[in-house]
């Protein structure tokens, strides 16, 4: 396996392929906006603000990756977990699905000389990606919106 392999398999993990951890896809699948929203006295960020969140990080980085210049200066981190533009939830999933859709097309445009160059930023974003999914997990799981059976596809 190549890290062109290698990467894109990983993206696929965090984003739509269930394996040795639960994908984004799997996550937050039967979320309504109103449990996305949720939070309680205990609760550091809602569903819907960690997926902002990765939202914004995934087309930030799918951005440069691409080459394209931005503007975004990042002052404080807690203002990525806000959606300023107040998204539904359903146009918020949509935007982070088709940011990681974009994701994957970008890689399998790009060759395996480009893929290393961005090796470490795209091993961060899927690292990333991964912590917030466990998250989302978490506050699924401590408030019964967690089905069991979804769990992990690790086979040896």
Do not use: P
Request: one cysteine or more.
């Amino acid at each position: 396996m190549n890290t062109k392999e290698l990467i894109l398999n990983q993206f696929e993990a965090s984003y739509n392929r269930d394996t040795w951890f639960v994908s984004l896809k799997t996550a937050v699948e039967g979320v309504g906006s109103y449990q996305a929203s949720y939070k309680n006295e205990n609760s550091t960020h809602s569903i819907m603000e960690i997926v902002h969140h990765l939202y914004f990080y995934n087309l930030l980085e799918l951005n440069r990756f691409k080459g394209i210049a931005d503007n975004v200066s990042i002052k404080d981190n807690k203002t990525t977990f806000s959606n300023a533009e107040e998204m539904s939830w359903e146009l918020l999933l949509n935007k982070l699905f088709k940011t990681m859709k974009d994701w994957l097309d970008e890689m399998k445009r790009c060759d395996e000389e480009y893929i290393e160059r961005y090796i470490e930023s795209l091993t961060y974003i899927n690292l990333h990606n991964a912590y917030h999914i466990g998250q989302i997990l978490q506050i699924r799981k401590s408030h019964g919106m967690w089905d069991e059976n979804k769990g992990v596809n690790y086979t040896v």
